[in-house]
T-cell receptor, first 112, second 116 residues
Framework: NAGVTQTPKFRVLKTGQSMTLLCAQD?????MYWYRQDPGMGLRLIHY???????AKGEVPDGYNVSRLKKQNFLLGLESAAPSQTSVYFC???????????FGQGTRLTVV | AQKVTQAQTEISVVEKEDVTLDCVYE???????LFWYKQPPSGELVFLIR??????QNEISGRYSWNFQKSTSSFNFTITASQVVDSAVYFC?????????????FGKGTHLIIQP
């Protein structure tokens, strides 16, 4: 099984550009999450979704939008990228009632 | 809100030494889970252990052991006879177990360097 797949793995953006990160899971999980990892900060929750068509803000949602049009996909959008959004982004998913979260391999985004 | 503190930013030891990574958490919840993840230089997150707040038994898995003490709100991780392959960033994390969709709250991580 593929598990959780993030696309792309690496990306360099110029300030002000927009982009979308894709997270796809093939485990039929209801819950999906986007985290960002910054040096010395650990992982912090950006947004999450409890099911198709629903999203909610996490700890650091500003500057990001998300969509969950299909159960298996969770999209993270940056409308106008800023250097402060340079980070490694991780997607995760899990089943309701289960505590095991499955993580993608991460996307390294650099905004110059 | 919960908080996870990993006070050790970086630890460097020589191979074969034992090393303990500290994790202290703060919460008002009575039911929760604690986790340890490993992030090797390749960057992926590797799940190591999950512990329920009601289960204070220590756990040993090969060279790895975990000590959970609710009285001190700590969930420490010990590597015995460390090896170079143990070099990584280790994260402690918390999750409320009330049945909702809560995400994980991570500590800032401890960078463990095992020197040959």
């Amino acid at each position: 099984n593929a598990g959780v797949t993030q696309t792309p793995k690496f990306r360099v953006l110029k300030t002000g550009q927009s982009m979308t990160l894709l997270c796809a899971q093939d485990m039929n999980h209801e819950y999906m999450y986007w985290y960002r990892q910054d040096p010395g900060m650990g992982l912090r929750l950006i947004h999450y979704s409890v099911g198709e068509g629903t999203t909610a803000k996490g700890e650091v949602p500003d500057g990001y939008n998300v969509s969950r049009l299909k159960k298996q996909n969770f999209l993270l959008g940056l409308e106008s990228a800023a250097p402060s959004q340079t980070s490694v982004y991780f997607c995760a998913s899990r089943k309701p009632g289960d505590t095991e979260a499955f993580f993608g391999q991460g996307t390294r985004l650099t905004v110059v | 809100a919960q908080k996870v503190t990993q006070a050790q930013t970086e630890i460097s030891v020589v191979e074969k030494e034992d090393v303990t990574l500290d994790c202290v958490y703060e919460t008002r919840d009575t039911t929760y889970y604690l986790f340890w993840y490993k992030q090797p230089p390749s960057g992926e997150l590797v799940f190591l252990i999950r512990r329920n707040s009601f289960d204070e038994q220590n756990e040993i898995s090969g060279r790895y052991s975990w000590n959970f003490q609710k009285s001190t709100s700590s969930f420490n991780f010990t590597i015995t006879a460390s090896q170079v392959v143990d070099s990584a960033v280790y994260f402690c994390a918390f999750m409320y177990s009330g049945g909702g969709a809560d995400g994980l709250t991570f500590g800032k991580g401890t960078h463990l360097i095992i020197q040959p």
